[in-house]
């Protein structure tokens, strides 16, 4: 099982990036993907989640308003657009895949290997 995160990088406070999460066909069309953050010394939070037909989604309280989580199951990738971005959205972004739409980490069975983000004030 691959999935490959990509798309972080450095930008300011205010500005915008486009996650991408990469996998292939018999990974990821049928499944729910879910995107995570970490911080240095901190756990391993919920971000966004996407069921396997893009008909319901969830977001973090600390994102709603400013992500927005797709996904386009012909190119096998998910996506999170992050608008709007502060400082405390500074992590190493994950993606992972599930059977079905939770928000519970330890229910997802693959993971992607992260992308940073930094945001600077």
């Known amino acids: 099982v691959q999935l490959q995160a990509s798309g972080g990088g450095l930008v300011q406070a205010g500005g915008s990036l486009r996650l991408s999460c990469a996998g292939s066909k018999d990974t990821f069309s049928s499944y729910a993907v879910g995107w995570f953050r970490q911080s240095p010394g901190k756990e391993r939070e919920f971000v966004a989640a996407i069921s396997w037909n893009s008909g319901n989604s969830y977001y973090a309280e600390s994102v709603k308003g400013r992500f927005t989580i797709s996904r386009d199951n012909a190119k096998n990738t998910a996506y999170l657009n992050m608008n709007n971005l502060k400082p405390d959205d500074t992590a190493l972004y994950y993606c992972?895949?599930?059977?079905?739409?939770?928000?519970?980490?330890?229910?997802?069975?693959?993971w992607g290997q992260g992308t940073q983000v930094t945001v600077s004030s």
């Open positions: 992972a895949r599930n059977w079905h739409l939770t928000i519970i980490p330890g229910e997802y069975d693959a």
